[in-house]
């Protein structure tokens, strides 16, 4: 076989940290024919705001936009479930030709009056602007009518990256805010921001917040609720996870609401403990809720210690790489990774900016290799050239790592696993555990070749098969 | 008249798809073409989505390329991206045939796509180029079935060319399993007959791991074989629903080249594949292999054995149109009675196609759903209390809430391992799906019964 070629064009989006000088491209639009790993900008609106649970969420265009979007996340609610239904005016050609404007106000009055939601999102795709539809005015004469809120989100496919169309969404939502009363509200409160409630992932953050002592107003979006953002305005400090999403939420709120915020990440010992010592520290006036925090990390930490290190001694060396979403993410996972004592070998993400990739470079061992928005073959020509043991991912990258026999740990928002918070890194060092250490590998023709190498290293390091029972059970 | 086909409002919302769009199945093709490349001409949004739902299927890399469409190209036009995206491609998958289909994006703003190819060859005139397939899939025209039907038509039309005839059977096999794929080119092979077969993703979308990584998976239609289809002694197309369309890949080699076209319904069920055995039989001029009898006689053995678990079970079918005609006649075949019909496509065949195989005389009081939902199909398969669901998995959502349960079939298979392997098609296949049915069947009623038997 021919080696992997790298378009010169994506030369300057790549970089490999110790062989040369560090001016790494970012932002830029993807190339035309590289098949990006990237979606668009109404993905990026609609992962935003897919989690509210209470809300409407009609997407206007033809079919597929919709029908691709239809239950595909693992966010969870804990009462109303219409954001796993798929609503779409389903433009025929006709609509094209005469306007869709008609179709998508009956279409709306009907969902709102079969599903009675608290507000109904309308995404704009690709073709809604083109045919001259005015979203706006027909979302102001429903919502006239029916009484709720009828917000217009302007993700139109083509009108930047996701991160307009997570512009989009927080625009969308900051309509929200501000509308609902903040009586009530502890001086100690806080907003989550950028939690998609993953496999339930929100309710364990959320729940050591309120050991602490900390009210949390609303969670942006998971399991989110219309009622909650509308009084979000109320809490004190807005705590940011999944910073490329949500920022831009948090920079208007501090502007008209004079709420500061913080950025965290809940993946990973050090970055969830850091996050609550962060909103401790904030209500430094009350310093029973530090004193209660560090309990909770010290009795957490202590319940899953004794089996992280049984899984650290199984996989400590294997080596990862990680491609995902936003950069903050990756931030983490090195962390976490580390804290199992295996090596990364590749970092990527989709929408990393550049502070991102310079703080990846400072993280990172020399040798590892740095990407932007990157493609599948240049992701399976680092993967093989670094040997690498593990691949974490969403859905896209999964086949490339089985392919070659490498294991795979799922990050993305289609998982159901919550992998967020203390219990969520047992689950995580579980699952990498389980993918690096499954017999099914030494079937793989790709890692046949390096078996011999690796023998003598497997011959010394026996792994007793009672740790696989404990892990299993 | 008893079959009872439902219109619907012109101004409602679709409530979850029972389709997808037109791109969708026009890639799929493409990725049955060996060292082909497809290409969407739209937003990076569209290529990326279609990505990842046949991911989720096929569980194999599926690189589709995309010209990624920026606020400038919608507004001067997607040439130059077009241009820059066939250069990238060629460097990268050095392809032996890209495969673009345009987006709604692209239609709407009226791009001339067939123009943007000519310009391309010309700039890149003295170099060897593959040949590049075009195909026009405005997602609000039609479903994943019409992306699917015209990209296999746009290949012949563009690559097929008249040739001394070498005995060959053109096979058109619609949306079928790679698993459907793998068993009609055993077929093919025992007979002896020459074909091709298009498309043939049965090795690019379930094929083994890798020693290296392979930039396009091996396997597919050689390009060279699609333009032999000009030669061919006959074709054969399966799809009922395609039949009556105007336009088709077998048809269009007919006006074209004077190759005969045998259209019928997919193979599943004893009569279907009677007649696709007889049809290979006749033109090739082959006896049937005694492999293919003994499978029949094996079906028909398994028909009797289980004939008293299924008869006038109740079942709802959905999916694409040719898909769920042709099961309607399997299900027919063996009395199962299949009290609801649907599909998100909208041709305007369905219906008349069903009530020509299950006559209004028959009484069976059988519900036809054009342009449905799943919103339509869950509140009549609740009313009609059926005793099972027969799709792919987007059905899981009413089966659970019903308690209905639900043989998994067709595309997509997104909550299961190996959807690529199940296989309905011939009378092996037929077999397999006949078996899951009484299974499932036996199996309801055992954990129904309080007794817990063991002997069923």
């Known amino acids: 076989m021919t080696a992997i070629p790298i378009l010169k064009e994506r030369e300057s989006q790549i970089y490999q940290k110790g062989t040369q000088p560090f001016q790494m491209k970012c932002g830029k639009h993807s190339l035309a024919g590289s098949v990006s790993q990237r979606a668009c900008v109404f993905c990026g609106s609609r992962v935003v705001l897919y989690p509210i649970a209470d809300a409407l969420h009609l997407i206007h265009g033809p079919i597929g936009c919709a029908a691709y979007t239809w239950d595909i996340r693992g966010a969870l609610s804990s009462g109303p479930e219409l954001h796993r239904l798929s609503f779409s005016t389903d433009l025929q050609e006709k609509d094209v030709i005469f306007g869709g404007e008609k179709k998508l106000y009956h279409a709306l009055s009907e969902l709102i009056d079969i599903h009675q939601p608290k507000a109904a999102f309308i995404y704009s795709t690709c073709i809604v602007g083109i045919i001259g539809d005015d979203v706006e005015a027909v979302c102001k004469k429903v919502s006239k009518e029916k009484g709720i809120d009828v917000l217009p989100v302007h993700s139109e496919g083509f009108k930047g990256t996701k991160k307009d169309g997570y512009k989009a969404a927080c625009d969308a939502l900051f309509k929200l805010v501000g509308q609902g009363s903040t009586e009530g509200i502890s001086p100690y409160s806080i907003n989550i921001l950028g939690e998609f409630n993953i496999g339930g992932e929100a309710w364990i953050i959320k729940d050591y917040y309120r050991r602490m002592g900390v009210e949390v107003v609303s969670t942006m979006t998971g399991d989110g609720r219309v009622d909650d953002v509308r009084r979000s305005h109320g809490a004190v400090l807005n705590v940011v996870q999944c910073s490329g999403a949500m920022t831009f939420l948090a920079e208007m709120m501090k502007e008209k609401y004079g709420i500061p915020y913080i950025r965290v990440s809940y993946f990973g010992l050090e970055d969830m403990s850091k996050a609550l010592y962060d909103v401790a520290a904030h209500f430094s006036d009350k310093p029973e809720i530090m004193e209660k925090t560090k309990e909770i990390v010290r009795e957490e930490i202590s319940h899953i210690y004794p089996e992280l290190q049984k899984i650290k001694a199984a996989v400590q060396g294997k080596k990862a790489a990680i491609y995902v979403g936003g950069a903050f993410k990756a931030f983490s996972l090195i962390k976490a990774l580390r804290y199992l004592g295996m090596d990364v070998v590749l970092a990527g993400s989709q929408t990393g900016n550049d502070t991102d990739y310079e703080t990846l470079r400072d993280m990172c061992d020399d040798g590892t290799v740095i990407v932007d928005d990157a493609n599948p073959l240049e992701l399976s020509k680092y993967i093989i050239e670094k040997k690498a043991d593990l691949f974490i991912g969403g859905v896209k990258e999964r086949p490339i790592a089985y392919k070659m026999g490498i294991g795979f740990c799922d990050h993305n928002h289609e998982r159901k696993t919550p992998l967020a918070g203390y219990s969520g890194m047992l689950n995580f060092a579980k699952e990498v555990y389980l993918t690096v250490s499954s017999p099914v590998w030494k079937f793989a023709p790709a890692r046949q070749l390096s078996v011999n190498s690796d023998q003598l290293l497997t011959d010394f390091n026996p792994r007793p098969n009672t740790e696989h029972r404990t892990l299993n059970t | ?456």
């Not at chain 2, 469409?69 to 040439?79: V, Y």
């Not at chain 2, 197309?237 to 336009?247: I, P, Q, R, T």
């Not at chain 2, 005609?325 to 065949?349: D, N, T």
């Not at chain 2, 190996?418 to 397999?432: D, L, M, N, V």
């Open chain 2, 1 to 456: 008249m008893n079959n009872l086909a439902i219109k619907k409002e012109e101004y409602t919302a679709t409530k979850n798809a029972c389709k997808l769009c037109t791109p969708l199945g026009a890639s799929l093709v493409f990725k049955g073409i060996r060292g082909a490349v497809p290409l969407l001409h739209g937003s990076q949004g569209c290529s990326t989505y279609i990505r990842r739902y046949l991911i989720s299927h096929y569980k194999e890399p599926i690189d589709i390329a995309c010209s990624n469409f920026a606020e400038e190209t919608a507004i001067f036009g997607g040439g130059a991206n077009l241009k820059i995206a066939l250069e990238n491609i060629r460097r990268q998958y050095d392809p032996e045939l890209v495969g673009i289909a345009t987006t709604c994006l692209s239609e709407t703003i009226g791009d001339d796509v067939p123009m943007f190819i000519r310009e391309y060859k010309d700039m890149c005139e003295g170099q060897e180029l593959p040949p590049i397939v075009h195909i026009s899939t405005p997602s609000y025209q039609g479903t994943h079935m019409q992306g699917f039907h015209g990209a296999v038509r746009a290949l012949v039309e563009g690559v097929a060319e008249k040739r001394e005839q070498d005995g060959r059977i053109n096979l058109f096999p619609g949306m079928v399993s790679p698993a459907d794929l793998r068993h009609l080119k055993e077929i093919m092979k025992d007979f002896g007959i020459p074909f091709t077969m298009l498309p043939d993703y049965s090795d690019t979308l379930d094929g083994p791991l890798w020693t290296e990584y392979q930039r396009i998976p091996p396997g597919g239609t050689p390009v060279e074989e699609i333009r032999a289809a000009g030669s061919a002694l006959g074709s054969i197309e399966f799809g009922s629903v395609l039949a009556m369309e105007k336009e088709s890949a077998g048809r269009s080699l007919f006006k074209k080249f004077a190759v005969p076209c045998h259209s019928m319904g997919l193979p599943i069920g004893v009569d279907e594949t009677d007649r696709f055995f007889n049809t290979l039989s006749s033109v090739s001029g082959k006896p049937i292999p005694a492999k293919y009898q003994e499978e029949r006689g094996r079906l028909l053995d398994s028909y009797v054995d289980g004939h008293k678990y299924v008869i006038e079970a109740r079942a709802v079918v959905y999916g694409e149109e040719d898909l769920v005609a042709s099961l309607v006649q399997f299900l027919k075949e063996i009395g199962v009675i299949p009290v609801l019909c649907a599909s998100g496509g909208r041709s305007g065949h369905l219906q008349k196609i069903i009530a020509e195989m299950i006559p209004d005389d028959e009484q069976k009081n059988i519900r036809i759903l054009e342009n449905a939902d799943f919103t339509d199909i869950e509140s009549m398969a609740e009313e009609l209390k059926a005793d099972l669901i027969i799709g792919h998995s987007k059905g899981y959502t009413m089966s659970r809430r019903l308690n209905i349960p639900l043989i998994r079939i067709g595309f997509p298979v997104h909550d299961r391992v190996g959807g690529a392997r199940i296989h309905h098609i011939g009378y092996r296949g037929t077999q397999e799906l006949f078996d899951r049915i009484a299974n499932t069947l036996i199996e309801a009623r055992q954990n129904a019964s309080s007794a817990g038997y063991t002997y069923m």
